[in-house]
């Protein structure tokens, strides 16, 4: 059975940081296109950031500099580090696999609340 753990969110101030962390069993991180989308209220889903087996990630023109998203294999953890934070950056944030081989088998966490305000 597939699980993508999200922990880490909560509320900040702007300018400060978050860590998110995913944990997943039963897959294999690099087998997967791993990724973190959020979703703010009344908004669609948006990617945020991706990586495939540990390349060169990629992340949404508004979060390219701020944040940065990384693998532990041994751990089987995906990273989410959110720097300089602002009221925008607001919303549920998920972790997102999908295998490589297979892309019907794509999986979601249950998504850990970000807000960021005064």
């Known amino acids: 059975q597939v699980q993508l753990v999200e922990s880490g969110g909560g509320l900040v101030q702007p300018g400060g940081s978050l860590t998110l962390s995913c944990a997943a069993s039963?897959?294999?991180?690099?087998?997967?296109?791993m990724g973190w989308y959020r979703q703010a209220p009344e908004k669609q889903r948006e990617l945020v950031a991706s990586i495939i087996n540990g390349g060169s990630p990629n992340y949404a023109d508004s979060v390219k500099g701020r944040f940065t998203i990384s693998t532990d294999n041994a751990k089987s953890t995906v990273y989410l580090q959110m720097n300089n934070l602002k009221p925008e950056d607001t919303a549920v944030y998920y972790c997102?696999?999908?295998?490589?081989?297979?892309?019907?088998?794509?999986?979601w966490g249950q998504g850990t609340q970000v807000t960021v305000s005064s």
């Open positions: 997102y696999a999908r295998n490589l081989f297979t892309v019907s088998r794509e999986y």
């Open positions: 039963g897959i294999s991180l690099g087998h997967n296109f």
